[in-house]
């Protein structure tokens, strides 16, 4: 069983910046992708951004030129969401997912941290 855990969040005024970070209790060579995701009140989870162990990116264009995600590996394997110029709309429960590598996958969850971005 991997555990993610996600830290950060919180409150900020429009325009504001916040960071994420999460790290997962499994070994570098399993994960195949880390990433986050977050879900509006009545609104279906969707992706914010992702990256792969060999660096590959994908982003939400809502967050594209606005947030940043990073990778560290040094110890447990980490990602960050570095969250700039934050928007009302950015405001959601955001959660942390590890994917493992191979055929079948298999997605793990940190347990969310509110991200809210209010004046």
């Known amino acids: 069983q991997v555990q993610v855990v996600e830290s950060g969040g919180g409150s900020v005024q429009p325009g504001g910046s916040l960071r994420l970070s999460c790290a997962a209790s499994a070994s570098l060579f399993s994960i195949y992708r880390m990433g986050w995701y977050r879900q509006a009140p009545g609104k279906q989870r969707e992706l914010v951004a992702t990256m792969t162990n060999g660096g590959n990116t994908n982003y939400a264009g809502s967050v594209k030129g606005r947030f940043t995600i990073s990778r560290d590996n040094a110890k447990n394997p980490s990602v960050y969401l570095q969250m700039n110029s934050l928007k009302p709309e950015d405001t959601a429960v955001y959660y942390c997912?590890?994917?493992?590598?191979?055929?079948?996958?298999?997605?793990?969850w940190g347990q969310g941290t509110q991200v809210t971005v209010s004046s």
């Open positions: 997912n590890t994917k493992l590598a191979g055929p079948n996958g298999v997605d793990y």
